[in-house]
């Protein structure tokens, strides 16, 4: 057995199939997001990015990142969420 260390490539994947997020892994904890594989965003700035999203764009965060509107960032972000899942 070799005491190597193997570095993973970097990969995209979903928490679901049915999902449309994609969840970048590249062997760290860091919390990137994409809606296209092409422009990554970070949970953390999710209240920063959260305004310049398309309508489309925010249904889907309301849906799939709905722990962290609701539970992590709350105040304007979750109520902006749920203005628009009430329309």
Do not use: H
Request: proline share 5%.
């Amino acid at each position: 057995m070799s005491n190597e260390y193997v570095e993973s490539k970097p990969y995209w994947s979903k928490e679901e199939p049915s999902n449309k997020l994609w969840w970048y892994n590249d062997g760290t904890c860091s919390m990137i997001y994409s809606f296209d594989k092409k422009r990554k965003y970070n949970i953390y700035q999710l209240p920063k990015d959260y305004p310049t999203f398309t309508k489309e764009q925010k249904e889907i965060a309301n849906k799939e990142l709905e722990f962290w509107i609701t539970n992590f960032f709350g105040g304007v972000l979750a109520t902006e969420a749920l203005k628009l899942k009430q329309k």
